[in-house]
Nanobody, 122 residues
Framework: VQLQASGGGLVQTGDSLRLSCAVS????????LGWFRRAPGEEREFVSA???????SYGDSVEGRFTVSRDSAKNTMPLQMNSLNSEDTAVYYC?????????????????WGQGTLVTVSS
């Protein structure tokens, strides 16, 4: 399984941004996919996850502002981020696991992509 995150950039407080994770895998539909982020000096933080059946979960800090989805035709996992603020500044990573359930811990994902940097300026 190979993953590649893209779409990061520099935005202003209150702006929106859409990240995408391209997944190269033989069995995309059975993978649980996740987004994590790491701010400078901080631990990796759970952002969102989505199962093959479309069930999703979010971290408390992004609930109601971020929306995760998956596109089986393109083998991608978009992350729509709205109402961004400075606390969302981080490197965002996508990850995958061969499981049916939602996972909110980094140790639950054996496959990781490189990160994409999101910077929110005030």
């Amino acid at each position: 399984v190979q993953l590649q995150a893209s779409g990061g950039g520099l935005v202003q407080t209150g702006d929106s941004l859409r990240l995408s994770c391209a997944v190269s895998a033989r069995w995309f539909s059975v993978l649980t996919l996740g987004w994590f982020r790491r701010a400078p000096g901080e631990e990796r933080e759970f952002v969102s996850a989505i199962t093959g059946s479309g069930a999703s979960s979010y971290g408390d800090s992004v609930e109601g502002r971020f929306t995760v989805s998956r596109d089986s035709a393109k083998n991608t996992m978009p992350l729509q981020m709205n109402s961004l603020n400075s606390e969302d500044t981080a490197v965002y990573y996508c990850a995958a696991a061969q499981t049916n359930g939602l996972r909110a811990f980094p140790s639950g994902y054996p496959y990781w992509g490189q990160g994409t940097l999101v910077t929110v300026s005030s």
